[in-house]
């Protein structure tokens, strides 16, 4: 048994971030064909791209920004004109900004949060899920959210917000469009192990791990792993969850 994206096309939202290289560069080896999206990082982008042709996929990328209703069709609208129709979404761009308590954090920041992890989903669910249901051959949605929204510390507020709304969508929209074959589901990362740790060598943190049944950080690849098996056909019947990896730091009870 293996994980086989062959024939399929992947859109990925941030891939120019840490992240989302590590999730193109899964999806690509299980025989995806790649879109990279990317917001300011052109140059990224394009190493990238030619990364994965390297591999012999198909890959392109493209330039939008995902809080805007406009730019995501027109994103769309590029894609398939030049590499044709998405099989799978993974919106994994989020917007950064510097945390802090709600008294002292900018109201700013809580907008960032919800046009970046909720009508980023709601823009990306209403430009390609349509095509999808049109071709009749099911679908997969991916959203990147987080452990945060089950732990809910200080200064987490603006993102456990954002997040948790981008939860509340997913959900009913698993539910609208499970008729279709298409699935929707979320992997939760915990604190993750990024190329940018390896080069500082911070990959652990004692405080941290203590805490983690697995004491522990997770890597980057762990996440893709998830991504990867999610954008399956061995994920078929799973829709409307929300899986954490994160060694265990958060389990949501039933």
Known sequence: ??????????????????????????LASAGADIIIHYNRNADKAAELQRELEAMGRRAMSVQADIT???????????????IGTVDIVVANAVIQYEWTTVLQQAPEDYISQFESCVMQNVYLAKAFIPSMIERG?????????TECVLQNFEGQSAYVAGK????????????????????VNQVAPGW???DRDRERN????????RNVPLKRRGTDQEIANVVAFLASNLSGYITGAYIPVSGGNV???I
Do not use: F, W
């Open 1 to 26: 048994m293996s994980i086989d994206l062959s024939g399929k096309t992947a859109l990925i939202t941030g891939a120019t971030g840490d992240l989302g290289r590590v999730m193109a560069r899964t």
């Open 68 to 82: 805007k209703a406009e730019a995501v069709e027109a994103m769309r609208e590029q894609v398939e004109r030049e």
């Open 137 to 145: 051959a099911g679908g997969r949605l991916i959203g990147i959210n």
């Open 164 to 183: 948790r709304g981008m939860d509340g969508v997913y959900r009913v929209l698993a539910r609208e469009v499970g008729e279709h074959q298409i699935t």
């Open 192 to 194: 993750t192990v990024s």
């Open 202 to 209: 911070t990959e652990r943190n004692e405080a941290y791990e």
């Open 251 to 253: 389990m949501p009870a």
